[in-house]
């Protein structure tokens, strides 16, 4: 076991997160939630002000917001479900707007460029809520790299994981350096008392090992789950009702996304994850975030287009350990039900 406190491989992976990715930093957290927070502390977002945040997005991207004290407004997505929403985020910027925190949901990220220009010319800052995009890219540019800061979770079920723990990207030394006191207490390394209250949000240095290791074999982990996806997206092509297009250039694949033409869309996927074909809406309930009874108190206008592209679209759940066998079955089922399911009315 590593020596008590340590942060020797804690180091060695941000060094090689660095190097991979491109960027002068990269700072290592017990989560993809403390990450997100971290980012939004290290940035001055706090009481008063407001993050956009998409609709289309998972609790985990919405609550550190809450945390930071700040108000999250919901922003609607693209017809697609692959980006915002522009025209609606740029109605939605107020004088208490400070940050944009779009969500790579499924791996898939809209146009960065395009983003960094709204960001820029309201004086936002940009957030990134990678968790689910390792190694997805747009424009020879790697998701988690476009903003101010990028921020990934190394939950299992990630591409690169380790169990539990996360990171934040970034090329700005002030954002580096104070994610890394805020991580530990706050404490100076010369043993001093601490400025303000900070967090233990440190990552493990034997679960540092783990993410080490996968990271070690990103490439080929990488190309099993895009792999995966695209076999899926061939296996149900000539099924009735279901449109699998096969992962777009630059998405990591990491889930196999899949848009469903049926009668009650949302039911059908409710009902395949009863029959083991694990599922964003049937298995985790994913509903447009400003519609979750826990952000009740920050729903505005309706994002409509949110909750279309969510109800009709079976986005299924993917791992390194899905074999072959595994993903054919998930293919047939899904082809089998999709065919009967009027008769399931």
């Given at each position: 076991m590593p020596r008590p406190a340590g942060t020797e491989y804690v180091a060695d992976l941000e060094d090689e997160l660095a190097?991979?990715?491109?960027?002068?930093?990269?700072?290592?957290?017990?989560?993809?939630?403390?990450?997100?927070?971290?980012?939004?502390?290290?940035?001055?977002?706090?009481?008063?002000?407001?993050?956009?945040?998409?609709?289309?997005?998972?609790?985990?991207?919405?609550?550190?917001?809450?945390?930071?004290?700040?108000?999250?407004?919901?922003?609607?997505?693209?017809?697609?479900?692959?980006?915002?929403?522009?025209?609606?985020?740029?109605?939605?910027?107020?004088?208490?707007?400070?940050?944009?925190?779009?969500?790579?949901?499924?791996?898939?990220?809209?146009?960065?460029?395009?983003?960094?220009?709204?960001?820029?010319?309201h004086g936002l800052v940009v957030i990134e809520d990678a968790c689910q995009a390792q190694g997805s890219s747009t424009g020879g540019r790697v998701a988690g790299t476009n903003g101010d800061v990028g921020c990934f979770s190394l939950k299992d079920g990630k591409i690169i994981w380790c169990g539990e723990g996360g990171y934040l990207l970034t090329d700005r030394d002030d954002i580096a350096g104070r994610a890394r006191a805020l991580r530990a207490h706050h404490l100076p390394p010369d043993g001093g008392q601490p400025e303000m209250v900070g967090y233990n949000y440190r990552l493990a240095e034997p679960l540092a090992v783990?993410?080490?290791?996968?990271?070690?074999?990103?490439?080929?982990?990488?190309?099993?789950?895009?792999?995966?996806?695209?076999?899926?997206?061939?296996?149900?092509?000539?099924?009735?009702g279901i449109t699998a297009t096969p992962t777009a250039t630059g998405d990591n694949g990491y889930s196999a996304v899949i848009r469903v033409d049926l009668d009650h869309p949302r039911a059908f996927c409710e009902h395949l994850a009863q029959l083991g074909?694990?599922?964003?809406?049937?298995?985790?309930?994913?509903?447009?975030?400003?519609?979750?009874?826990?952000?009740?108190?920050?729903?505005?206008?309706?994002?409509?287009?949110?909750?279309?592209?969510?109800?009709?679209?079976?986005?299924?759940?993917?791992?390194?350990?899905?074999?072959?066998?595994?993903?054919?079955?998930?293919?047939?089922?899904?082809?089998?039900?999709a065919s009967t399911w009027a008769t399931h009315q």
């Open positions: 190097a991979r990715f491109g960027v002068r930093h990269a700072v290592a957290v017990s989560s993809g939630t403390a990450a997100l927070h971290t980012a939004l502390l290290c940035l001055g977002i706090g009481p008063g002000d407001e993050v956009l945040v998409p609709a289309l997005s998972v609790v985990m991207s919405v609550a550190p917001i809450i945390y930071a004290g700040a108000r999250p407004v919901f922003v609607d997505c693209d017809r697609h479900g692959c980006g915002l929403d522009l025209d609606d985020l740029t109605a939605k910027v107020t004088g208490a707007t400070k940050a944009i925190l779009p969500v790579h949901l499924w791996g898939r990220q809209g146009d960065p460029t395009q983003l960094a220009r709204v960001a820029a010319a783990l993410a080490h290791a996968n990271l070690a074999r990103f490439d080929e982990l990488l190309d099993h789950r895009r792999r995966q996806a695209r076999r899926l997206a061939v296996l149900l092509t000539a099924t009735p074909v694990p599922n964003s809406v049937g298995t985790f309930g994913l509903m447009p975030a400003d519609r979750r009874p826990a952000f009740a108190r920050y729903a505005g206008s309706p994002c409509r287009q949110a909750a279309t592209v969510i109800d009709r679209t079976l986005a299924v759940v993917l791992t390194d350990h899905d074999t072959e066998e595994r993903i054919n079955g998930y293919a047939q089922t899904i082809s089998r039900e």
